[in-house]
């Protein structure tokens, strides 16, 4: 399944997207409420990134959002790719692999990291940057 939305900042924009987003994982993983909500957070966190880092707080600018979901017999797989039309970053950006106590910066990168099975952001030429996020989930077999 796929699905695509194209929002801008706006708090109206983002919260009606995110309402949009959770009923979809509800509904991809209706036995795995806590994936939903950490799935749900990975986005948000990486929406407001853009919005504050690379859009410098202008709510008007576009975000494209394409999120995949494969299910086979063994696993399901959720995709998302959040793309930016922002200035390019200079190279891609991967998450540190740990953060200091009181660390002030990077924190959600890290969150994002440790919650999705892979993560980075890269630019795309002169069009902006690509924020991508892979789950997997191993399907549960009788009895547990």
Not at 3 to 19: A, C, M
Not at 110 to 128: A, E
Request: hydrophobic share 40%; proline share 4%.
């Amino acid at each position: 399944m796929i699905f695509k939305f194209l929002i801008n900042g706006s708090t109206d924009q983002i919260i009606n997207f995110e309402k949009e987003l959770l009923a979809i994982l509800e509904k991809a993983f209706p036995d795995d409420n806590l994936v939903c909500h950490e799935i749900h957070f990975c986005v948000h966190e990486a929406i407001l990134n853009i919005i504050q880092h690379t859009y410098k707080w202008d709510t008007n600018l576009p975000i494209d959002i394409q999120v995949e979901i494969e299910e086979d017999n063994e696993k399901k797989v959720i995709e998302i790719f959040i793309k930016d039309f922002g200035k390019p970053i200079r190279k891609e950006l991967h998450p540190p692999k740990n953060i200091k106590a009181f660390q002030m910066r990077q924190r959600g990168l890290y969150m994002i990291s440790k919650i999705m099975d892979d993560f980075y952001i890269k630019p795309i030429n002169k069009t902006g940057n690509i924020s991508y996020m892979k789950k997997i989930i191993k399907n549960r077999g009788l009895g547990g």
